[in-house]
């Protein structure tokens, strides 16, 4: 599970078995201090805060709009797609929309993306 390896980018995919599995002593961890990947480049998630869907790095109803445009209007999707699943259950709907909206302005749950 590599990004292109015909275009010789042999990065690790999000879910690629290879992630994790290397070497278990702590001196052979990743640089972010997780346990070795197998392969030439470790994996690197991407970074992202959770529910921020338009990419702005900021939370407010810019993103609600976002995913509603995306959900309902076929607008861009969020990158990554993680970052729009505000309500953590691994899919992306209205519910993700009105987990934010809660938080935004009702006190709701903080945004519980699925672990990056
Ligand atoms: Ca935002
Ligand atoms: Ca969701």
New binding site residues.
Partial sequence: MLAGPAEHDFSLLAGSPCIDAGHPGASYNDPDGSRSDIGALPFMPPEYICGDADGSAVLNILDVTYLINFLYKSGPEPEPMAAG?????????I??VTHLIRYLYKDGETPLCPEK
């Avoid at 699943?85 to 709907?93: C, T």
């Fill in positions: 699943d505000a309500d953590g259950d691994g899919g992306l709907n519910l993700d």
